[in-house]
């Protein structure tokens, strides 16, 4: 009788899939050949498409690294973790009321593992708080994501006989800030730039757009350090594309490592892959590099939900945010209890019935920050299938609209245009509902 409930429990935990969770850092969604992108080649990542549903229209919740990885280890908004801002890893910080992703999972029954940067408000060696039980490479060395698929093949190997939740966490593009200060990069070393006339062509978007809040571009030259980029000529926006791109390349070939591994020791039909970014790049667009703008490039990210050898490509525009819709959809697709008040989107839903319905409506926010130091600036953007509404805290010109399916690059703002005055009201009216409803403080900034 013992023997035969303790291989009915190896049948049942045998069945549970195993979840692979792959993050870059700083990686714009269009940053992938599978997205049509043809300065670059990211193999890997295109496996990861051929292999699942690419979602086209996927967001942060805010632009920026901690604020962005305390969402998505959370499960919830910025503002409800008070996360807004970067923050060093320190004791003391993350309320034990709010569950961490690594806890709920192995309170769920699974082994838990992290590799790769960290940059969360919690100390990574507080495992009872965290949850994931192996935990390693999470600080910056040389060659930091070099080191990220070994570790990940070790977990891997001692836990492919049961179900195990890990994260891979990788530090590239992101030397591209060092790239365009002129620094040595933290991890990897790139050849010069070519020539500004053999690297890719500047984004029909390049140019910074008419009737654009000030509020940006001054927050923008606050530090020189951040922004080097202030007064680039298109010139060397081509050469930061250029080295944008190999860098992508770079973390791609790593990633096509962490991949063979599931193979290698036998888990790959039974893992599910979550592939996306913290938070996009500027990537030229609107003369912009970094992030915490609410503009597409540095809001938008890679999201492939992908089963090797199982699935079929396919595209989805569904409105998805990683922060809030990550913890819902692998508790979905494991049978892990989910923890009480997250609202994200279980997309697994989806996955399994293509007729439901996410969300027709997504906020996000951004707090502009040089590094840990708050600038005051706040924003939010409401985003529907084809509009989006932009509005900032400050400034003479607080509010952006845009038509996405007329003006995807986000070059015409339709905020200043009397004819579209009843759509802005109708904007801003959800965004104070939506505020009221989720307990968002930034309802009092509101018009």
């Known amino acids: 009788m013992i023997l035969c409930i303790s291989l009915a429990v190896r049948a049942q935990e045998a069945a549970r899939p195993n979840i692979l ?23 890997a990542m295109d496996r990861l498409a051929a292999n699942g549903v690419r979602f086209t229209r996927a967001y942060c ?5 901690t604020p962005s990885r305390s969402s998505i280890f959370s499960g919830k908004m910025p503002f409800e973790t008070g996360f807004i801002g970067n923050a060093p890893e320190k004791d003391g910080q993350w309320p034990d009321s709010l569950l961490m992703m690594g806890k709920i999972f192995k309170n769920g029954g699974y082994k838990t593992g992290y590799v790769g940067k960290w940059h969360l408000p919690v100390p990574a060696g507080k495992i009872s708080q965290h949850g994931f039980e192996f935990i390693e490479n999470t600080r910056f060395q040389d060659f930091n994501d070099a080191a ?15 179900p195990f939740l ?30 500004p006339a053999e690297c890719p062509q500047l984004p029909a978007n390049w140019a910074i757009p008419d009737n654009e809040p000030k509020i940006v571009r001054e927050q923008q030259s606050s530090n020189v350090r951040t922004y080097p980029t202030v007064n680039w000529t298109k010139d060397q926006w081509r050469q930061y594309r250029w080295a944008y791109n190999r860098l992508v390349e770079k973390v791609d070939k790593y990633i096509e490592m962490l991949l063979a591994s599931l193979k290698k ?18 990537y030229a667009a609107h003369s912009w590099s970094q992030k915490q703008i609410l503009y597409e490039e540095s809001a938008q990210v890679p999201f492939i939900i992908s089963k090797l050898g199982s699935w079929q490509p396919k595209t989805d525009a569904s409105l998805v945010c990683n922060g809030t819709d990550i913890i ?27 007729s439901v319905s996410l969300r027709d ?32 805290n400050k400034g003479q010109i607080r509010e952006q609209l845009f038509n996405l399916g007329k003006d995807p690059g ?23 509902t939506w505020c009221k409803m989720n307990g968002d403080v930034f309802e009092k900034e509101l018009l």
């Not at 819902?328 to 839903?349: E, F, M, W």
């Not at 986000?410 to 104070?432: G, H, I, S, T």
Request: aromatic share 6%; hydrophobic share 40%.
């Open 21 to 43: 969770i792959i993050m870059t850092d700083q990686q714009t969604a269009d940053a992938m050949s599978n997205a049509g992108n043809k300065d670059l080649h990211t193999p």
């Open 166 to 195: 890990l994260v891979a966490s990788f530090l590239n593009p992101h030397d591209i800030n060092e790239w365009a200060r002129k620094e040595a990069l933290k991890m990897d070393v790139l050849a010069a730039a070519p020539p």
């Open 265 to 282: 020791y036998g888990v790959e039909k039974n893992t599910i892959i979550i592939f996306t970014a913290d938070h996009g790049d500027g």
């Open 361 to 392: 409506t997504l906020v996000i926010e951004t707090d502009f920050a040089d590094n840990e130091v708050l600038l005051g600036i706040s924003g939010r953007a409401v985003i529907t299938k084809d509009f989006k509404y932009i509005v900032y």
């Open 328 to 354: 819902p959809t692998i508790c979905g697709l494991t049978g892990v209890p989910l923890p009480a008040g997250l609202k994200g989107a279980d997309i697994s839903r989806r996955l399994s019935n293509p």
């Open 61 to 65: 919740a805010q632009p920026l690294c």
């Open 410 to 432: 986000e070059m015409d703002n339709l905020a200043v245009k009397p004819q579209y005055k009843k759509q802005l009201q109708q904007m801003n009216r959800y965004l104070k």
């Open 148 to 162: 990220t698929p070994s570790f990940c093949a070790r977990f891997i190997k001692e836990n492919k006989d049961q």
